[in-house]
């Protein structure tokens, strides 16, 4: 069955990205307690006028808006993997099946893995290319500014992952995506097992949507139905809790640019 499928991968995507988010969080709160003391004040805004404090400020903004960017996705993803649970609940398997509505949903994600697509390549013109240069600093320039400069890539590497992910760039074969169906409809197990664990929640369910939507309705009976709602609805949760951290994060590098901007207006 499908729910044995995503138990193979035992949401730990989702886990881990939820707790890297809460990383990134605790660590852009540091950022922010950083700058609020009076000796980091007085180095930025003594800096103020060079090129690399622009850039700190310029990265910042960057950051709220890959998040916003990773605040979309998620919520069409979620909203459209809620619209398919309700659909299924209305809808009964035969001549009334469901292939209608997980098209819209597997188009829905083409969009959304569009998106991620080009975020992605946006990503990779955003890499730390500070102009900072250590010659004639004092060790506490040096200091702020590094610690500034590697949390900042350190975000932009966990966003990166998390686009990915909600791309589907890590997406495996065909004989995966088969061996989900397989488990779903009680066929023989064709699966490899170790591919299977290196999906995440959301690839797992594009995948076995997408070989579902080749069988006719009357292949899949309502146990099989009512498990695909409960994995939906777990997705859905899953979700849900992703741009919860990203939400966090998003208002922690609001106050942290905040109080960037405050100590270079000074």
Same mark, same amino acid.
């Given at each position: 069955?499908?729910?044995?499928?995503?138990?193979?991968?035992?949401?730990?995507?989702?886990?881990?990205?939820?707790?890297? *988010?809460?990383?990134?969080?605790?660590?852009?709160?540091?950022?922010?307690?950083?700058?609020?003391?009076?000796?980091?004040?007085?180095?930025? !805004?003594?800096?103020?006028? @060079?090129?690399?404090?622009?850039? *700190?400020?310029?990265? &910042?903004?960057?950051?709220?808006?890959?998040?916003?960017?990773? $605040?979309?996705?998620?919520?069409?993803?979620?909203?459209?993997?809620?619209?398919?649970?309700?659909?299924?609940?209305?809808?009964?398997?035969?001549?009334?099946?469901?292939?209608? @509505?997980?098209?819209?949903?597997? !188009?829905?994600?083409?969009?959304?893995?569009? %998106?991620?697509?080009?975020?992605?390549?946006?990503?990779?013109?955003?890499?730390? $290319?500070?102009?900072?240069?250590?010659?004639?600093?004092?060790?506490? %320039?040096?200091?702020?500014?590094?610690?500034?400069?590697? +949390?900042?890539?350190?975000?932009?590497?966990?966003?990166?992952?998390?686009? &990915? &992910?909600?791309?589907?760039?890590?997406?495996?074969?065909?004989?995966?995506?088969?061996? *989900?169906?397989?488990?779903?409809?009680?066929?023989?197990?064709?699966?490899?097992?170790?591919?299977?664990?290196?999906?995440?929640?959301? @690839? $797992?369910?594009?995948? !076995?949507? &997408?070989?579902?939507?080749?069988?006719? %309705?009357?292949?899949?009976?309502?146990?099989?139905?009512?498990?695909?709602?409960?994995?939906?609805?777990?997705?859905?949760?899953?979700?849900?809790?992703?741009? @919860?951290? +990203?939400? *966090?994060?998003?208002?922690?590098?609001? $106050?942290?640019?905040?109080?960037?901007?405050?100590?270079?207006?000074?």
């Amino acid at each position: 069955m499908i729910v044995r499928a995503f138990q193979a991968a035992s949401s730990s995507w989702s886990s881990s990205m939820s707790h890297k *988010l809460s990383g990134l969080k605790d660590l852009h709160d540091f950022i922010d307690g950083l700058l609020l003391l009076p000796g980091t004040q007085q180095t930025l !805004a003594h800096h103020r006028h @060079e090129k690399w404090v622009d850039e *700190l400020l310029d990265g &910042s903004l960057k950051l709220l808006d890959v998040c916003g960017t990773a $605040k979309d996705a998620l919520l069409q993803t979620r909203e459209h993997a809620h619209g398919l649970q309700s659909s299924m609940r209305r809808r009964r398997v035969g001549e009334n099946g469901i292939s209608a @509505e997980i098209g819209e949903y597997l !188009a829905s994600r083409k969009k959304v893995k569009k %998106t991620m697509d080009k975020a992605l390549r946006n990503l990779k013109g955003m890499e730390n $290319k500070c102009s900072f240069s250590p010659l004639n600093k004092d060790p506490e %320039t040096i200091s702020i500014v590094r610690m500034l400069m590697e +949390v900042e890539a350190v975000t932009l590497t966990v966003v990166e992952s998390l686009f &990915s &992910s909600i791309a589907g760039a890590t997406r495996q074969s065909k004989p995966t995506g088969w061996s *989900l169906v397989s488990k779903l409809m009680h066929l023989k197990r064709v699966v490899c097992e170790e591919a299977a664990q290196n999906l995440t929640e959301i @690839e $797992k369910m594009d995948s !076995a949507l &997408s070989f579902l939507i080749g069988f006719k %309705t009357k292949s899949v009976n309502l146990v099989q139905i009512h498990n695909l709602q409960s994995e939906l609805g777990k997705l859905e949760s899953s979700i849900r809790d992703l741009e @919860e951290g +990203v939400e *966090l994060l998003s208002r922690c590098l609001i $106050k942290s640019r905040v109080s960037l901007l405050n100590i270079l207006s000074q």
